[in-house]
């Protein structure tokens, strides 16, 4: 399976600043997600980050709030704006390999806004 | 949309057997998944079936399916400390949709 690493792990941040967070593959992937994870939760997609295109965002989440990119195959950034202490999450890039029923989910990054 | 359900809180002892549930209302769902999240981890994949299987074994872990009842379950053997962990359950409707995880403690 392919090896997801983030980057930061975790962070601490100012209200009102914004935070990029980048996720590497070690191999080329088809599909590219960002989850967010909020404390005691489940998961809940952001969008589907697209090679060369906008990405697609889910319900109740907007490109101005998280505008994400992703130059190539094994890269992509998702970039938390303008923050608020509700914005205290996980956030998980998630990959599909070749296989496409084979889901995997990077380390996460830990986001504390104060 | 799909909504899928999992019990909160499973606690067992080293050795037993854990069994871990989980229900889903979309009869369409293709793959059904089950992850585990450790503490301070992201998630791992543990094994997955397709809608055409009713079980699917993998050295300690078991996924039954029974889709006229749209039921999943997860049964660890042997159940170990190490397998203390939150599991979640997920089934692809398009994109993957997640239960709210079982929160699994093996006690010694």
């Known amino acids: 399976s392919a090896v997801i690493s983030q980057k930061p792990s975790r962070d601490i941040c100012q209200r009102g600043t914004s935070l990029t967070i980048q996720c590497q593959v070690d191999?080329?992937?088809?599909?590219m997600f960002w989850y967010r994870q909020q404390p005691g939760q489940s998961l809940t997609l952001i969008a589907t980050?697209?090679?060369?295109?906008?990405?697609?965002?889910e319900s109740g989440f907007v490109i101005d709030k998280f505008p994400i990119s992703r130059p190539n195959l094994t890269f992509s950034t998702l970039t938390v704006s303008n923050m608020s202490p509700e914005d205290s999450s996980i956030y998980l890039c998630?990959?599909?390999?070749?296989?496409?029923?084979?889901?995997?989910f990077g380390p996460g990054t830990r986001l504390t806004v104060t | 949309g799909e909504d899928v359900e999992q019990s909160l809180f499973l606690s067992v002892r080293e050795g037993d057997s854990s069994v871990i549930n989980c229900t889903y209302t979309?009869?369409?769902?293709?793959?059904l998944y089950w992850y585990k999240q450790e503490p301070g981890a992201g998630l791992q994949l543990l094994t997955y079936?397709?809608?055409?299987?009713d079980m699917k074994q993998d050295q300690r872990l078991t996924v039954l399916l029974n889709k006229k009842d749209k039921h999943l379950s997860l049964r660890i053997a042997d159940t170990q400390t190490g397998d203390s962990a939150i599991y979640f359950c997920?089934?692809?409707?398009?994109?993957?949709?997640f239960g709210q995880g079982t929160e699994l403690s093996v006690k010694p």
């Open positions: 998630s990959v599909v390999e070749r296989v496409a029923y084979e889901q995997y």
């Open positions: 191999s080329q992937v088809t599909m």
């Open positions: 980050a697209n090679q060369g295109s906008e990405a697609t965002y």
């Open positions: 979309d009869s369409s769902s293709t793959y």
């Open positions: 079936i397709f809608s055409n299987m």
């Open positions: 997920a089934v692809r409707e398009g994109k993957l949709i």
